[in-house]
């Protein structure tokens, strides 16, 4: 296989960022190859056989990349869950397993490779925790390497940690990772020419680890809104009642990193105020008895991606009290439905505080409740975005990335 003009190779594990870094490469015509382990196109026969492995690959696609060079191991990928599945393997079994053999097919398409004596090698793009076999063979060929840092890392899970230690009853079975995937991240992160984090925060922790400053730079993640967002006019009641309470969602992975605890305290104290809470997503905590029929909750659970913006419409604010995120792409989701936000500072920053949303000085209950009892008393503060100007209004896009992508090195 041989590449003329090479540029950047990007070796891509899922569907992350909605192909945000390949897609960005090939709008500015940068990108040589994407390798990545499913791409399943529209009129692919996949898309009409109902077995689950096969069914939760059919949303690897992106029409922006529809005339792009794409290697995939679609079969190779349906041989491997399945397989896994038949051998009921632990959650972070099959994950460290899926990212070794991905690894293997992409150093298989490498090997394959050939760049023209007077062309300048390629910049090698890959993702963390699935890199570094692929990192080594890149250096093998004198290859600059990127590696995408997709959260802050090792000092993340300690943080976890001691939440699970504050709160064992909410997470009972949760377990830190193997010790040996913090080894291998180190030796991706030692090997990598630069790191790609999205927030200040990541790149924060990640100096906490002893990674390099040096090599650590900053992109934040990119969103598109809907076109329907465009023209969406957020109203809000004049007075909170019981009938029409306060809304409040949180949407993404329910778990202790999300702030759930803190959330889960601060309904507690709110108990017979008019405010309710929409959790929407993956339930992955314990929820205590007493709160499963609560009046003041609904437990929506994981919806499709599809329906998510119905919630982000009729929600009166979006509650993100993450202990540490890489970004938190939802807040852009957030933030494209004219939505205010709260959130902490352990994430990418996306609002003003007091401007279009609220950032949390400490994730705890105290500070959630007073906050909310506030909302609810003068509900004018839901639309402080309307009554000022914030500066941070951008939702990166496509070509935000592309022009941050382009003089990397």
């Known amino acids: 296989?041989?590449?003329?003009?090479?540029?950047?190779?990007?070796?891509?594990?899922?569907?992350?960022?909605?192909?945000?870094?390949?897609?960005?490469?090939?709008?500015?015509?940068?990108l040589s190859l994407l390798i990545t382990d499913a791409w399943v196109k529209p009129n692919s026969p996949?898309?009409?056989?109902?077995?689950?492995?096969?069914?939760?690959?059919?949303?690897?696609?992106?029409?922006?990349?529809?005339?792009?060079?794409?290697?995939?191991?679609?079969?190779?990928?349906?041989?491997?869950?399945i397989q896994q599945r038949l051998q009921k393997t632990q959650d972070w079994e099959r994950m460290i397993a899926r990212n070794q053999w991905f690894q293997a097919q992409v150093i298989k398409t490498l090997e394959a490779i050939k760049i023209p004596?007077?062309?300048?090698?390629?910049?090698?793009?890959?993702?963390?925790?699935?890199?570094?076999?692929?990192?080594?063979?890149?250096?093998?060929?004198?290859?600059?390497?990127?590696?995408?840092?997709?959260?802050?890392?090792?000092?993340?899970?300690?943080?976890?940690?001691?939440?699970?230690?504050?709160?064992?009853?909410?997470?009972?079975n949760w377990q830190p990772v193997p010790s040996s995937y913090w080894e291998t991240?180190?030796?991706?992160?030692?090997?990598?020419?630069?790191?790609?984090?999205?927030s200040q925060w990541s790149k924060q922790l990640l100096e906490q680890a002893n990674i390099k400053a040096e090599k650590i730079k900053i992109v934040p993640l990119v969103y598109e809104p809907p076109p329907e967002a465009a023209n969406f006019t957020r109203s809000h009641p004049e007075k909170f009642t019981h009938e029409r309470p306060l809304?409040?969602?949180?949407?993404?992975?329910?778990?202790?990193?999300?702030?759930?605890?803190?959330?889960?305290?601060?309904?507690?104290?709110?108990?017979?105020?008019?405010?309710?809470f929409w959790f929407v997503g993956a339930i992955q905590i314990e929820i205590p008895e007493h709160l499963r029929n609560?009046?003041?909750?609904?437990?929506?659970?994981?919806?499709?991606?599809?329906?998510?913006?119905?919630?982000?419409?009729?929600?009166d604010v979006f509650l993100f009290p993450t202990l540490s995120d890489g970004f938190g792409l939802t807040q852009l989701e957030a933030l494209a439905w004219q939505l205010p936000i709260i959130t902490s500072s352990n994430c990418?920053?996306?609002?003003?505080?007091?401007?279009?949303?609220?950032?949390?000085?400490?994730?705890n209950h105290k500070n959630i409740t007073s906050l909310l009892l506030e909302i609810i008393q003068k509900p004018n503060q839901i639309c402080i975005q309307n009554k000022k100007k914030a500066k941070n209004k951008i939702i990166f896009s496509v070509s935000y990335l592309e022009n941050k992508l382009k003089n990397f090195f």
Request: charged share 20%; proline share 7%.
């Open 247 to 276: 809304r409040v969602l949180f949407l993404g992975l329910i778990n202790l990193r999300k702030g759930i605890a803190a959330c889960l305290e601060a309904i507690n104290q709110l108990t017979g105020e008019p405010v309710e």
């Open 185 to 198: 991240w180190q030796q991706e992160c030692a090997l990598a020419d630069q790191i790609m984090v999205n």
């Open 46 to 81: 996949l898309n009409s056989v109902p077995i689950k492995p096969i069914k939760s690959i059919c949303n690897r696609y992106h029409s922006d990349l529809k005339n792009a060079p794409i290697e995939a191991f679609n079969t190779g990928l349906i041989s491997f869950e």
């Open 348 to 363: 990418g920053k996306v609002i003003e505080n007091q401007i279009n949303g609220w950032i949390l000085e400490q994730v």
């Open 117 to 172: 004596h007077n062309q300048d090698p390629p910049i090698l793009f890959t993702y963390s925790y699935a890199a570094l076999q692929i990192l080594k063979y890149a250096k093998t060929r004198g290859w600059l390497t990127i590696l995408g840092q997709i959260d802050p890392g090792i000092k993340e899970e300690e943080i976890v940690k001691a939440e699970q230690q504050k709160y064992p009853d909410l997470a009972p």
């Open 1 to 30: 296989m041989y590449l003329d003009n090479p540029q950047w190779i990007c070796c891509q594990l899922g569907a992350r960022e909605y192909y945000a870094i390949p897609r960005a490469l090939h709008q500015a015509g940068q």
């Open 294 to 315: 609560h009046p003041q909750i609904r437990w929506i659970g994981p919806v499709p991606r599809s329906e998510t913006s119905r919630y982000y419409q009729e929600a």
